[in-house]
């Protein structure tokens, strides 16, 4: 555990709870998308599948049930009780263009032919995707609420930390997994546009709002 | 070490 790995995580907890809270407060998740939150609880199911089986520490195991507990408790505001708010009119990206490669290359590429492994491999290659689903919506509607934006800002900064957080473990301790990497480069880099409009608005005190 | 497939990472 080093501070950027830490930092990640806490980033990751922090748009978990933005994006609860948004939805609690308001009573409302219009403008999020509900299958990019869908993505997020099937890609910590299927990571955490080792949550009985490997023991790593007390932070470890929290987090994981921290995370499983928050995507559920998200799509059930959205699906359930904050139904009638969701706008599943603009939230229109096809899942199974998402999850079939997922599910193809993680068979392929992978660092040992085994379930679990397999199930891990699949969530590393789904989540570095997940996002495109709300980032989507955000492009059909042309804008997002600034609080969306925070909870998109967030996320992104998760990914961004763990690049980081490898880097410093490769010189330090000499570890790397490549399939975590160059996935989370790629989940990174989705994020760099949206990036790039919430530092020059967002930031700004103006709205997310895509160009004409 | 092509480590232990970052099993400690979330």
């Not at chain 1, 949550?51 to 049930?65: A, H």
């Not at chain 1, 969530?123 to 955000?138: C, D, G, H, N, R």
Request: proline share 1%.
């Amino acid at each position: 555990m080093n501070v950027f790995r830490l930092s990640g995580d806490v980033a990751h907890l922090i748009a978990i709870i933005i994006l609860l809270l948004k939805i609690w407060t308001s009573r409302s998740c219009a403008g999020i998308s509900g299958k990019s939150q869908i993505l997020f609880a099937v890609t910590f199911v299927a990571r955490y599948l080792d949550l009985f089986t490997n023991y790593v520490s007390i932070y470890n195991s929290v987090m994981k049930i921290v995370y499983l507990l928050a995507s559920f408790g998200t799509v059930y505001l959205m699906y359930m009780k904050f139904k009638a708010t969701y706008d599943h009119n603009h939230d229109t990206f096809r899942l199974e263009f998402l999850i079939l490669p997922a599910i193809a290359l993680s068979l392929i590429i992978n660092h040992d032919f085994a379930v679990i492994e397999v199930f891990w491999t699949f969530s590393i290659y789904l989540e570095s995707v997940a996002i495109l689903p709300q980032l989507f919506m955000v492009s059909k509607t042309g804008e997002a609420e600034s609080i969306t934006s925070h909870y998109l800002f967030a996320l992104g900064s998760y990914r961004a930390l763990y690049i980081v957080n490898w880097i410093y473990r490769y010189y330090m301790e000499g570890f790397y997994d490549m399939i975590a990497t160059l996935a989370g480069i790629v989940q990174t880099v989705l994020y760099c546009d949206f990036f790039y409009l919430y530092i020059t608005k967002v930031l700004k005190g103006k709205k997310l709002q895509l160009p004409a | 070490i092509a480590a232990q497939f970052g099993k400690d990472e979330l």
